[in-house]
């Protein structure tokens, strides 16, 4: 079994470097696929940002995210996901999984997405 991708890694710290409430409710999944293995990050945002790695997704998720490898390596890489994605499948609330990347991650400089001092 492999660990999971480092984009899960950039969700949870990007949760945990930023103690201000979420401003808005959600419980929300993001999975990475990696040749025949997918690891999921699950966030449940309330008053406070809570996530963890989980086996699958809980199904009442307001919103679910599953990038490729590739494409989750480019978030990493550039902060964006590249122009001709080769695996995105989107389900859910996308207003919702919007708002989480731009209060968690577009907000942020490209660098801190990439987990790089500032």
């Known amino acids: ?3 999971p991708h480092r984009l899960l890694a ?3 710290e990007a949760i945990n470097n930023d103690p201000a409430p979420p401003g808005f409710s959600a419980t929300l999944a993001f999975g990475v696929r990696q040749g ?7 966030v449940t945002l309330d ?3 809570k996530g963890a790695l989980v086996g699958s997704p809980d199904p009442t998720c307001d919103g679910v995210l599953l990038l490729g490898a590739t494409d989750a390596d480019a978030i990493v890489r550039t902060g964006h996901l590249p122009d001709n994605p080769k695996l995105v499948d989107l389900r859910g609330d996308r ?3 919007g708002r989480f990347v731009k209060r968690y991650l577009v907000s942020k400089s490209s660098p801190s997405v990439r987990g790089e001092p500032r």
């Open 10 to 12: 950039v969700l949870g």
């Open 36 to 42: 025949d293995e997918t690891h999921w990050w699950e």
């Open 95 to 97: 207003e919702l999984l």
């Open 47 to 49: 008053k406070k940002a």
């Open 1 to 3: 079994m492999s660990s």
